[in-house]
């Protein structure tokens, strides 16, 4: 039972590792990892949760991730981000890229419209992840 409980914690951040492009990088970063998503050529953090959802659990937007990353080596591409009439607070729908797909065929890409969505498979991973907008350095 023990073993089951560890399980089902550690399961966000194993989502999150899945998710990020260099693990070390989100380690320091502090307890809830930070991965970076493009939404539209604007570039986010997001915040990982410890929540998980089912499919019928609502309205979710859609994550784009695979290959070697997106321009600049962002690992994520999101279909909406905050200020945009459909965004749903970073409650997300993961896609990953399909098997046999060049891995760098999107390496330029920063927006969904640029993706060619076939190329895509859908996953059951549902969770929570608010994007932030990213602070310029001081």
Same mark, same amino acid.
């Given at each position: 039972m023990n073993r089951t409980?560890?399980? =089902?914690l550690s399961l966000p951040f194993l989502l999150a590792a899945a998710l990020l492009a260099d693990v070390p990088a989100a380690r320091a970063q502090g307890p809830n990892p930070r991965p970076t998503t493009?939404?539209?050529c604007e570039l986010f953090d997001g915040v990982?949760?410890?929540?998980?959802f089912g499919p019928s659990?609502?309205?979710?937007?859609?994550?784009?991730?695979?290959?070697n990353g997106f321009k600049d080596g962002v690992p994520l591409i999101?279909?909406?981000k905050p200020g945009d009439a459909d965004y749903n607070g970073g409650r997300w729908h993961a896609n =990953?890229?399909?098997a046999g797909v060049d891995p760098?065929?999107?390496?330029?890409?920063c927006r969904v419209e640029e993706l060619n969505l076939s190329d895509f498979e859908s996953t059951d991973r549902y969770f929570e992840c608010p994007l932030l907008p990213r602070r310029s350095p001081k």
């Open positions: 409980i560890l399980i =089902r493009w939404a539209d990982v949760t410890n929540t998980h659990a609502g309205n979710f937007d859609e994550l784009y991730m695979g290959g999101s279909e909406a =990953r890229l399909k760098n065929k999107y390496a330029n890409a």
